[in-house]
């Protein structure tokens, strides 16, 4: 009955056509077996059938925000993110300046905007276009104004990089092989440099694979400011440890989801 009602509707209409989109998904998982591809993945999900709910504000229980999703990628994200990765461990305070590099939809973009309140600033980077757009609407339904969202990827360069598109919004990446297209790159300490912050005290990375190439942009804002690191591993433990090592920084925490240690997530600060 919980997971029923960890959602509604910004108006009336929409709660309703949730709920009964809710109640028909419960129906008909009583009667079919599991798709192969599970059941988010499959026609009869709730967000879409029988009636449609893309593009409408929802509310996300978890992260108490409104949200606009365009998929169930989004809208799983928003609504259950604290299941699949450990929130808990990032955790801003009020003044800080905290760094959201793969900022997505907004989920971590959000809760740290209220965290540090109006005497601290995120800058959030987002280079897939629809991502932003739904991470800068989701923004405004909560009156967001103290995080800046940038349409750039972070690297350990500056200019144009591969970017690969892929299926599923959240494994959007930079990959230099094989990108079907090109955006721009900066170095996270080029980025400091020019948004003239006078400190970082956190950086949430979720890039998909490329996490090593972004912390060699950001060696400058490591050994100055000695941020907090929230880091989403990709088969990169070991050279993301070596990396942050030469900088003493230590993995105060670490869990992962496929074994051994090819996909999770690590919390990292200074010795």
Not at 124 to 153: F, H, K, M, W, Y
Not at 202 to 225: C, N, P
């Amino acid at each position: 009955m919980k997971s029923f009602f960890e959602t509604k509707g910004r108006s009336v209409s929409v709660s309703a056509r949730l709920y009964f989109n809710k109640l028909v998904y419960a129906f008909i998982r009583q009667i079919r077996k599991m798709p192969e591809r599970g059941w988010i993945n499959s026609r009869w999900y709730w967000f879409h059938y029988p009636l449609p709910l893309r593009g409408e504000v929802l509310w996300s229980g978890p992260l108490g925000a409104w949200f606009c999703p365009d998929d169930e990628t989004a809208l799983e994200y928003m609504l259950h993110l604290s299941s699949y990765e450990p929130v808990q461990w990032v955790k801003p305070r009020e003044g800080d300046v905290f760094i959201d590099v793969g900022g997505f939809v907004g989920s971590y973009s959000i809760s740290a905007a209220r965290a540090v309140g109006s005497t601290g600033q995120v800058v959030t980077l987002e280079p897939d276009s629809n991502n932003r757009r739904q991470l800068l609407r989701n923004l405004a339904l909560n009156g967001i104004t103290n995080c800046q969202v940038l349409s750039v990827a972070a690297w350990s360069g500056n200019g144009s990089v591969r970017w690969h598109q892929d299926d599923h919004p959240v494994f959007h990446k930079v990959e230099e092989a094989q990108g079907d297209r090109e955006i721009e790159a900066v170095r996270i300490d080029d980025l400091v440099q020019r948004l003239s912050l006078n400190r970082v005290d956190w950086i949430k990375m979720d890039i998909e694979g490329v996490e090593v190439d972004a912390l060699k942009g950001a060696t400058e804002t490591l050994s100055r400011f000695r941020p907090q690191l929230f880091i989403e591993i990709h088969e990169t433990l070991r050279p993301v440890t070596d990396l942050l090592s030469r900088f003493g920084y230590s993995i105060v925490d670490a869990v992962f989801d496929v074994a051994p240690e090819r996909h999770g997530w690590i919390l990292a600060r200074p010795s």
